[in-house]
């Protein structure tokens, strides 16, 4: 079966109609309210009266603690609230402001809790007071007592101290620490006041510091604990401290080696992609050593072409460059023939070994400095992660919002690991997907990274021969790999989720564990991959881990850019997660609500990804919304599917669409880190007037259970938006002679208001994002037409010129 080239969506053309959304369609109607009023006012009243005899109490030690010879100009107490529902920033962020002395400074638990600073305490004393009415009332049957109804959105509060600021145990602190400096729109004098005497002390006492002023942060290097303590005490500005330890790979001593293996590149003088290589370096002794690119100018930690990491100084960087650069086919045929290679690469160095201390605030800089020089790169892998797991619906640090902002603002796309759970192996004995309920396995920062693309690891250890690890299937994921730390289940009643808010994206072949005996796990060679070593004279080695399953993602990414060089990232995006499939991975019913958060959207057809064939073909649109558009777009199918006996009425066609979108972060706002809402579904032939009212005045849904990817109903009180949403439709015959052989593809976007001061001046107003619709023929006996057919009936090219070369390699791909 001959490759064809996917197409491309004229949008223009093909667009219909571009309206105004209005929220009419069939979503149960909003009661925004249904969780914010206690019914047991008397527990809320206990825990209020807690809550305020521990406020004064903290309050009155944090001041005995303050070191007054600091002469910091200004103190400011902060609480922290957790409310009844979500706080409705553009309704309440002003009242809290001018009413009780409260300005918000951010929020967390997608809305339910909020830090605020006490700007005035005369007026928040009136809130408190408010409070004791409240309490009184209810705990002492004081039922003359009348207070304002605000008191019942509190559920608790507390004083913001020193130990929900550091985010680690001061007497294991060592390397680099990072200082989060608060947001005060309305009161940056104040901050900046604090700020400059901050500076003076660390000067007063010799810390080296960076201080990232557009992202509010400091980078402190090796500060005692003392010092660090007496800081977050007095200099009343610190959201967070981080120890930002990373791994790149697990301890081990195995990485056992194969056999001394010649690679014989016979394509590393073409003008291949270039993948940047975020890791320990690349050996320019090695194999792929004509695939490097001739520059040491990136590292923050040597010479970016020696690679000593991991066990026996096989390297880390350097096996993860051989799979980004070579991909699977030349890994599974362990270069035993001429070896066609995908791409080049370009070292970047960020660490010699395993664990280390790495600068973020250099490493992005490095990242950007980059994209200055080679702004041709679209694909980066990023293969350390912290080494502290993320909490269940833990915010985004400001690690991962600077890579998200990198990926939105020079076009990228990098490829991070979820990190490997080191632990797996010690407390399981066989394959339990049971184990992922625990907090334990959640994944590491940046892995949360929205705008770039998350890799977990599926067992597949890319070898020919009987599988021999652990797991249920080749398809399943590894133990060690980690699932996505953000339950919504915890926040939002069940009517009111986000199914594509999930993490990882996919996972792909990464080796797995094995039976050391018939009760103990290890690492063992017959479950490992065979990777390319840093030293020349090894040849290949052993080895598992997420690192490896990423830079396989990586490679697919370089195939679809070699194809079609035109396409932006986040449509690179798409194509993959487009071709996963869950269908390989049934997860028994104790942990099926785990499935996402495990394997996210599935293990990857490589196939699917590039190229598409006469019996499926893959449109792809580019687009641009703005705050409020909704835009369809007809879908036209063939006459042929109506008319010719295709052997069965039913499920002749399977649709899959899938959409991505990167966006400018917005800092302090967990919901509304991203905040901006694009959905789309596929409906009925109706106008786009019809489409967007409810199902009571007319039915667009082609289906009862198929409606828009997300819900954007919720305005004052949103769900937190994707911008990766996948659908899946199943067409029968009857469907297309309903609606004469035409569907409409909808889409549409919102800009949410619930921001602290609002949207930052110079945001963005118009929105890019990339579809990619999946379109093929299930009938048993294929026609061979659809490919064609389809092109003849919609506004549609083909992308590129088809490179034969490609295609043979390509063909292979699925193992």
Same mark, same amino acid.
């Given at each position: 079966?001959?490759?064809?080239?996917?197409?491309?969506?004229?949008? %223009?053309?093909?667009?219909?109609?571009?309206?105004?959304?209005?929220?009419?369609?069939?979503?149960?109607?909003?009661?925004?309210?249904?969780?914010?009023?206690?019914?047991?006012?008397?527990?809320?009243?206990?825990?209020?009266?807690?809550?305020?005899?521990?406020?004064?109490?903290?309050?009155?030690?944090?001041?005995?603690?303050?070191?007054?010879?600091?002469?910091?100009?200004?103190?400011?107490?902060?609480?922290?609230?957790?409310?009844?529902?979500?706080?409705?920033?553009?309704?309440?962020?002003?009242?809290?402001?001018?009413?009780?002395?409260?300005?918000?400074?951010?929020?967390?638990?997608?809305?339910?809790?909020?830090?605020?600073?006490?700007?005035?305490?005369?007026?928040?004393?009136?809130?408190?007071?408010?409070?004791?009415?409240?309490?009184?009332?209810?705990?002492?049957?004081?039922?003359?007592?009348?207070?304002? *109804?605000?008191?019942?959105?509190?559920?608790?509060?507390?004083?913001?101290?020193?130990?929900?600021? @550091?985010?680690?145990?001061?007497?294991?602190?060592?390397?680099?620490?990072?200082?989060?400096?608060?947001?005060?729109?309305?009161?940056?004098?104040?901050?900046?006041?604090?700020?400059?005497? @901050?500076?003076?002390?660390?000067?007063?006492?010799?810390?080296?510091?960076?201080?990232?002023?557009?992202?509010?942060?400091?980078?402190?290097?090796?500060?005692?604990?003392?010092?660090?303590?007496?800081?977050?005490?007095?200099?009343?500005?610190?959201?967070?401290?981080?120890?930002?330890?990373?791994?790149?790979?697990?301890?081990?001593?195995?990485?056992?080696?194969?056999? %001394?293996?010649?690679?014989?590149?016979?394509?590393?003088?073409?003008?291949?992609?270039?993948?940047?290589?975020?890791?320990?370096?690349?050996?320019?002794?090695?194999?792929?050593?004509?695939?490097?690119?001739?520059?040491?100018?990136?590292?923050?930690?040597?010479?970016?072409?020696?690679?000593?990491?991991?066990?026996?100084?096989?390297?880390?960087?350097?096996?993860?460059?051989?799979?980004?650069?070579?991909?699977?086919?030349?890994?599974?045929?362990?270069?035993?023939?001429?070896?066609?290679?995908?791409?080049?690469?370009?070292?970047?160095?960020?660490?010699?070994?395993?664990?280390?201390?790495?600068?973020?605030?250099?490493?992005?800089?490095?990242?950007?400095?980059?994209?200055?020089?080679?702004?041709?790169?679209?694909?980066?892998?990023?293969?350390?992660?912290?080494?502290?797991?993320?909490?269940?619906?833990?915010?985004?640090?400001?690690?991962?919002?600077?890579?998200?902002?990198?990926?939105?603002?020079?076009?990228?796309?990098?490829?991070?690991?979820?990190?490997?759970?080191?632990?797996?192996?010690?407390? *399981?004995?066989?394959?339990? @997907?049971?184990?992922?309920?625990?907090?334990?396995?959640?994944?590491?920062?940046?892995?949360?990274?929205?705008?770039?693309?998350?890799?977990?690891?599926?067992?597949?250890?890319?070898?020919?021969?009987?599988?021999?690890?652990?797991?249920?299937?080749?398809? +399943?994921?590894? @133990?060690?790999?980690?699932?996505?730390?953000?339950?919504?289940?915890?926040?939002?009643?069940?009517?009111?989720?986000?199914?594509?808010?999930?993490?990882?994206?996919?996972?792909?072949?990464?080796?797995?564990?094995?039976?050391?005996?018939?009760?103990?796990?290890?690492?063992?060679?017959?479950?490992?991959?065979?990777?390319?070593?840093?030293?020349? %004279?090894?040849?290949? +080695?052993?080895?598992?881990?997420?690192?490896?399953?990423?830079?396989?993602?990586?490679?697919?990414?370089?195939?679809?850019?070699?194809?079609?060089?035109?396409?932006?990232?986040?449509?690179?995006?798409?194509?993959?997660?487009?071709?996963?499939?869950?269908?390989?991975?049934?997860?028994?019913?104790?942990?099926?609500?785990?499935?996402?958060?495990?394997?996210?959207?599935?293990?990857?057809?490589?196939?699917?990804?590039?190229?598409?064939?006469?019996?499926?073909?893959?449109?792809?649109? %580019?687009?641009?919304?703005?705050?409020?558009?909704?835009?369809?777009?007809?879908?036209?199918?063939?006459?042929?599917?109506?008319?010719?006996?295709?052997?069965?009425?039913?499920?002749?066609?399977?649709?899959?669409?899938?959409?991505? +979108?990167?966006?400018?972060?917005?800092?302090?706002?967990?919901?509304?880190?991203?905040?901006?809402?694009?959905?789309?579904?596929?409906?009925?032939?109706?106008?786009?007037?019809?489409?967007?009212?409810?199902?009571?005045?007319?039915?667009?849904?082609?289906?009862?259970?198929?409606?828009?990817?997300?819900?954007?109903?919720?305005?004052?009180?949103?769900?937190?938006?994707?911008?990766?949403?996948?659908?899946?439709?199943?067409?029968?015959?009857?469907?297309?002679?309903?609606?004469?052989?035409?569907?409409?593809?909808?889409?549409?976007?919102?800009?949410?208001?619930?921001?602290?001061?609002?949207?930052?001046?110079?945001?963005?107003?118009?929105?890019?994002?990339?579809?990619?619709?999946?379109?093929?023929?299930?009938?048993?006996?294929?026609?061979?037409?659809?490919?064609?057919?389809?092109?003849?009936?919609?506004?549609?090219?083909?992308?590129?010129?088809?490179?034969?070369?490609?295609?043979?390699?390509?063909?292979?791909?699925?193992?």
């Amino acid at each position: 079966m001959p490759n064809r080239k996917h197409l491309r969506l004229l949008s %223009e053309k093909q667009l219909e109609k571009v309206i105004p959304m209005k929220f009419k369609y069939g979503f149960p109607q909003e009661n925004e309210d249904d969780d914010e009023e206690p019914k047991n006012y008397f527990r809320v009243a206990q825990t209020l009266s807690r809550d305020r005899d521990r406020f004064y109490k903290y309050v009155a030690i944090k001041n005995e603690r303050r070191n007054k010879a600091l002469n910091v100009p200004h103190y400011i107490d902060h609480v922290l609230f957790t409310f009844q529902g979500q706080f409705v920033i553009s309704d309440f962020f002003n009242k809290y402001y001018n009413d009780f002395g409260l300005e918000a400074v951010a929020f967390y638990d997608f809305g339910k809790k909020g830090l605020f600073a006490i700007i005035d305490h005369e007026k928040f004393q009136v809130f408190m007071n408010e409070m004791y009415k409240f309490i009184q009332k209810e705990l002492e049957n004081q039922t003359e007592l009348e207070y304002e *109804n605000y008191v019942l959105y509190i559920a608790s509060f507390e004083l913001l101290q020193i130990r929900e600021i @550091l985010k680690f145990r001061l007497d294991q602190m060592q390397g680099l620490v990072y200082l989060s400096i608060m947001n005060l729109p309305l009161h940056e004098g104040l901050k900046t006041d604090i700020l400059g005497r @901050l500076f003076t002390y660390l000067q007063e006492k010799n810390i080296a510091i960076k201080f990232d002023e557009s992202n509010e942060r400091l980078e402190l290097n090796n500060p005692t604990p003392e010092i660090l303590q007496e800081i977050v005490e007095n200099f009343d500005i610190i959201e967070s401290a981080t120890n930002s330890a990373f791994t790149t790979v697990r301890p081990g001593e195995f990485n056992t080696v194969t056999r %001394e293996q010649g690679v014989n590149i016979v394509n590393a003088e073409e003008d291949l992609p270039i993948i940047g290589i975020i890791d320990t370096g690349i050996s320019s002794t090695s194999a792929i050593a004509p695939l490097l690119i001739n520059d040491r100018s990136f590292t923050l930690n040597g010479d970016p072409f020696i690679d000593t990491a991991n066990f026996q100084r096989n390297g880390h960087g350097t096996p993860v460059a051989g799979l980004a650069t070579l991909g699977k086919i030349n890994h599974l045929n362990q270069f035993n023939e001429n070896v066609i290679a995908d791409a080049k690469a370009l070292s970047i160095k960020i660490s010699n070994g395993e664990t280390s201390y790495i600068s973020e605030i250099d490493l992005v800089k490095m990242l950007y400095d980059v994209k200055v020089k080679y702004p041709q790169i679209k694909i980066f892998t990023l293969t350390t992660c912290y080494d502290r797991h993320k909490t269940t619906n833990e915010t985004f640090s400001d690690y991962t919002f600077l890579l998200d902002k990198f990926a939105y603002e020079t076009d990228s796309l990098i490829f991070i690991c979820t990190a490997n759970n080191n632990d797996a192996i010690n407390d *399981n004995s066989s394959y339990d @997907l049971g184990y992922f309920h625990s907090e334990k396995t959640n994944i590491c920062t940046p892995a949360d990274s929205m705008n770039n693309f998350t890799v977990g690891a599926a067992a597949d250890n890319i070898a020919n021969g009987p599988f021999l690890g652990i797991s249920d299937g080749r398809e +399943f994921p590894t @133990l060690f790999s980690r699932k996505g730390n953000v339950d919504l289940s915890l926040i939002f009643s069940r009517n009111k989720t986000n199914n594509n808010y999930f993490k990882p994206d996919v996972i792909e072949s990464g080796g797995d564990l094995g039976y050391y005996n018939p009760t103990s796990l290890d690492y063992m060679d017959d479950s490992m991959i065979d990777l390319i070593s840093a030293r020349p %004279e090894k040849g290949l +080695f052993k080895d598992v881990g997420t690192s490896f399953a990423t830079p396989l993602i990586a490679n697919l990414a370089v195939k679809i850019q070699k194809q079609y060089p035109e396409l932006n990232p986040q449509t690179v995006k798409a194509l993959i997660i487009n071709s996963a499939s869950l269908n390989k991975v049934p997860f028994d019913k104790s942990v099926s609500k785990l499935r996402s958060r495990v394997a996210g959207h599935g293990y990857i057809d490589n196939f699917k990804s590039v190229f598409s064939n006469e019996n499926s073909a893959t449109l792809i649109l %580019e687009d641009v919304l703005s705050d409020d558009d909704l835009k369809v777009y007809p879908i036209h199918f063939p006459q042929y599917l109506t008319t010719m006996d295709l052997g069965k009425q039913n499920r002749i066609l399977k649709i899959t669409a899938t959409l991505c +979108f990167s966006f400018l972060p917005i800092k302090n706002n967990q919901l509304s880190y991203n905040p901006i809402h694009i959905a789309f579904s596929i409906f009925k032939n109706h106008e786009a007037e019809d489409i967007i009212k409810s199902n009571i005045e007319v039915d667009s849904k082609l289906k009862t259970t198929l409606t828009w990817s997300q819900n954007g109903r919720y305005k004052s009180k949103p769900i937190p938006y994707s911008n990766t949403q996948k659908l899946e439709l199943i067409v029968n015959v009857s469907d297309l002679i309903n609606e004469e052989n035409a569907f409409k593809l909808a889409v549409h976007c919102l800009v949410t208001d619930q921001i602290i001061g609002g949207l930052p001046a110079g945001y963005p107003s118009d929105f890019p994002f990339s579809l990619v619709i999946n379109i093929e023929e299930t009938t048993k006996n294929k026609t061979g037409l659809l490919y064609d057919e389809i092109q003849l009936i919609n506004n549609l090219e083909v992308i590129g010129n088809l490179d034969t070369d490609t295609t043979v390699e390509i063909d292979s791909l699925d193992v």
